[in-house]
């Protein structure tokens, strides 16, 4: 069984830096062809991808946030780390880690999320 | 890269059928067979439905099915029932030179 929780600050002021941790069990994320991903979602709004890394340590990022993101893995712990620079207000939201294989490209499952508020 | 385009909202009776679209370009839903559809209920994590167009995962009812002509992707509800209510979301893979992964904007169905 697949699964995921992620990991963070509730609270980041404007400017700040937000560090995330997805850790995860039931797969390793050096098998080939596995990858983890995170998703926002703003309160009240849609889905929105932010970053994914797979097996082979090969990184993918939302071109309109690639500037601020940087994702990362550490195979022994089970854990993908994501930080994202330059918190802002429009950055609240719940964010979701999620397995995914990367010839079916569906994320399954996701963890169930962690909400970030941006306030000074 | 946009989102892909869903209708905000669709409704139906139980029993009845409903079908949401998901239109995206020929640089992501018309270049691969890879559209995922997932079901979000309020304050619950997004669980995914269907993935590669239209195979479903392991437990997923068989009253979920997708499809795909060109530019556009399908989700199609038979037999209505009330726990069906939620939002759906497509999203498409949309090749590694740009935006890998693209959602659509979401479409809340209501069971009358």
């Known amino acids: 069984q697949i699964t995921l929780k992620e990991s963070g600050p509730t609270l980041v002021k404007p400017t700040q830096t937000l560090t995330l941790t997805c850790t995860f069990s039931?797969?390793?994320?050096?098998?080939?062809?596995?990858?983890v991903g995170w998703i926002r979602q703003p309160p009240g709004k849609a889905l929105e991808w932010l970053a994914l890394?797979?097996?082979?340590?090969?990184?993918r990022y939302s071109p309109s946030l690639k500037s601020r993101l940087t994702i990362t893995k550490d195979t022994s712990k089970n854990q993908v780390v994501l930080t994202m620079t330059n918190m802002d207000p429009v950055d609240t939201a719940t964010y979701y880690c999620?397995?995914?294989?990367?010839?079916?490209?569906?994320?399954?499952?996701w963890g169930q999320g962690t909400l970030v508020t941006v306030s000074s | 890269q946009s989102a892909l385009t869903q209708p905000a909202s669709v409704s139906g009776s139980p029993g009845q059928s409903i079908t949401i679209s998901c239109t995206g370009t020929s640089s992501d839903v018309g270049s691969y067979n890879l559209v995922s559809w997932y079901q979000q209920h309020p304050g619950k994590a997004p669980k995914l439905m269907i993935y590669e167009v239209s195979k479903r995962p392991s437990g997923v009812s068989n009253r979920f099915s997708g499809s795909k002509s060109g530019n556009t992707a399908s989700l199609t509800i038979s037999g209505l029932q009330a726990e069906d209510e939620a939002d759906y979301y497509c999203?498409?893979?949309?090749?590694?030179?740009?935006?890998?992964?693209?959602f659509g904007g979401g479409t809340k169905l209501t069971v009358l």
């Open positions: 999620a397995h995914v294989v990367v010839t079916a490209m569906g994320f399954d499952p």
């Open positions: 890394i797979y097996w082979d340590d090969d990184k």
């Open positions: 039931g797969f390793s994320l050096s098998t080939s062809g596995v990858g």
């Open positions: 999203c498409s893979y949309a090749g590694s030179s740009t935006f890998d992964v693209v």
